[in-house]
T-cell receptor, first 112, second 113 residues
Framework: GENVEQHPSTLSVQEGDSAVIKCTYS??????FPWYKQELGKRPQLIID?????GEKKDQRIAVTLNKTAKHFSLHITETQPEDSAVYFC???????????FGGGTRLMVKP | DAGVTQSPTHLIKTRGQHVTLRCSPI?????VSWYQQVLGQGPQFIFQ???????GRGNFPDRFSARQFPNYSSELNVNALLLGDSALYLC????????????FGNGTRLTVT
């Protein structure tokens, strides 16, 4: 089955700096890669997703890149703000498109 | 517009008991998925239902079962509870497979003592 590895497990940045979180996946049939933000005690919220027919997608301060050959994808957050502090999860779908395999999460701390 | 709603929000059970968790999807969404999130880890897939049929099952024992009703709401049942079943159970709804974005509810926090 699919295996998703996520790094780093914790990331501390200064407000205004950029943050990058990286994920690798094992199943070459995966073609959908969402990113979720989970604040303490709250539900995971979809922040951006990318499909395998594009290499990059951007939404304001957030961007995601995908390298299908290397089977890795990354989340980039620019001009970080304290409210960006949360746990971020990457995920990849399976061949049937009916389940997601999540990475272990990255705790991002943005220091004011 | 209401999001995914789950009940109850918290539950404490004893080993060996059974539990039923409930989920109502976003209006218009026909697919419901269940995930288990142990503290400090990413969510793990349990089931997906679409149009009242099971469309996917994760690596969980037969003690876990689910169903989807004609109004697309869903129940997750867990029998013979173990301490290791303590977790946050998340329900997510989507328009339907494949690869529709999942929208999660706030979850049910289950504690087994």
């Amino acid at each position: 089955g699919e295996n998703v590895e996520q790094h780093p497990s914790t990331l501390s940045v200064q407000e205004g700096d950029s943050a990058v979180i990286k994920c690798t996946y094992s199943d070459s049939a995966s073609n959908y890669f969402p990113w979720y933000k989970q604040e303490l005690g709250k539900r995971p919220q979809l922040i951006i997703d990318i499909r395998s027919n594009v290499g990059e997608k951007k939404d304001q301060r957030i961007a995601v890149t995908l390298n299908k050959t290397a089977k890795h994808f990354s989340l980039h957050i620019t001009e970080t703000q304290p409210e960006d502090s949360a746990v971020y999860f990457c995920a990849a779908n399976n061949n049937a498109g009916n389940m997601l395999t999540f990475g272990g999460g990255t705790r991002l701390m943005v220091k004011p | 517009d209401a999001g995914v709603t789950q009940s109850p929000t918290h539950l404490i059970k004893t080993r060996g008991q059974h539990v039923t968790l409930r989920c109502s999807p976003i209006s218009g969404h026909k697919s419901v998925s269940w995930y288990q999130q142990v503290l400090g880890q990413g969510p793990q897939f349990i089931f997906q239902y679409y149009e009242k049929e099971e469309r996917g099952r994760g690596n969980f024992p037969d003690r876990f079962s689910a169903r989807q009703f004609p109004n697309y709401s869903s129940e997750l049942n867990v029998n013979a509870l173990l301490l290791g079943d303590s977790a946050l159970y998340l329900c997510a709804s989507s328009l339907g497979p494949p690869n529709s974005p999942l929208h999660f509810g706030n979850g049910t926090r289950l504690t087994v003592t």
